[in-house]
Structure formats: structure tokens, C-alpha cells
């Protein structure tokens, strides 16, 4: 690699791998997120750095992966090469999530750590409607 950037490479093997890695990655020994795959996998890694308990955050890049790539190409991010030249420029936009708690009226009863988290508390980051958008479609 040209640019030469240090990098740490965590592999998933099971589900919630991304949310674990990013609720639990010691942040002040990184500057970025890198995130390859599709919208579960950017999902899980915005969920898991949300319910961070230090509250600290880093930018997170997504690298295009997956079946839809809905995320990424609504920020223009097409393709690996986008990707990686959105990495190495530093280029950082800012979007809004939709928290959603699903069962409770607020946070005092949903678990603080853990994949229980997610069943009860979730961060949406694309697309959020109810069945309106296959209404106008049709």
C-alpha cells in the first residue's frame, strides 16, 4: 500500500463479532473504524460503539461488501476503490440515527452490556419507514 497506514485486522466469525469489537476496542489506540461488509455489518458496528459505556467514538468507514451496500451508496460510496479513497482523504460526513427501543418506554430497563442490548435498544442508520416505501412503489 502506497500510503503506507498502519492498520489492525479483527476477522469476524459469528454474529455480533462487529457490534463486540466496536462496544469494547480500546478507542484511544486508534483513529478510524474500517468496516467491510454490508448494512448488517455497518448496523452492528454503529449499535456497538453507541452502547459504548465511556461514550467515546471514532469515525467508521465502510468499505462496500455486501449484498445491498444501501448505506454506502447513499453517502456515494460505490465501490472499493470509492471507499478507499474516502479512507485515505479523511473525508468525514455526519448522519443522524433513529434510536428505537422495542418494548420499553425508555432506557431504564434495557441491559447496559452485552448482545441483550440489542433486542431491546437498536440505532437505525438506513432507510427508516414503515412499509411506505413498498406502498409508493407499487
Known amino acids: ?3 503506507k ?4 485486522f479483527l476477522p469476524t466469525k459469528k454474529m ?3 457490534y463486540e ?10 483513529s478510524i473504524i474500517v468496516a467491510a461488509g454490508g448494512d448488517g455489518s455497518y448496523h452492528e458496528v454503529i449499535n456497538g460503539m453507541l452502547a459504548r459505556e465511556d461514550g467515546k467514538r471514532l469515525p467508521i468507514a465502510m468499505v462496500p ?3 445491498g451496500n444501501d448505506l ?9 476503490e470509492d ?3 474516502t479512507i485515505v482523504q479523511g473525508t468525514v460526513c455526519q448522519f443522524d440515527t433513529i434510536r428505537v427501543l422495542c418494548d420499553n418506554e425508555d432506557e431504564t430497563k434495557v441491559p447496559k452490556e452485552g448482545n441483550e442490548r440489542l433486542k431491546f435498544c437498536r440505532h437505525m442508520d438506513v432507510n427508516g419507514c ?9
Do not use: Q, V, W
Not at 72 to 80: A, D, K, P, R
Not at 130 to 138: P, R
Open 5 to 8: 497506514i498502519a492498520f489492525k
Open 16 to 18: 455480533y463479532d462487529t
Open 65 to 67: 461488501n455486501g449484498s
Open 1 to 3: 500500500m502506497a500510503e
Open 130 to 138: 414503515m412499509a411506505m416505501t413498498a406502498k409508493i412503489n407499487h
Open 72 to 80: 454506502c451508496t447513499s453517502i456515494g460510496i460505490m465501490n472499493l
Open 83 to 85: 471507499a478507499l479513497d
Open 21 to 30: 469489537y466496536a462496544r469494547d476496542l480500546p478507542m484511544d489506540e486508534y
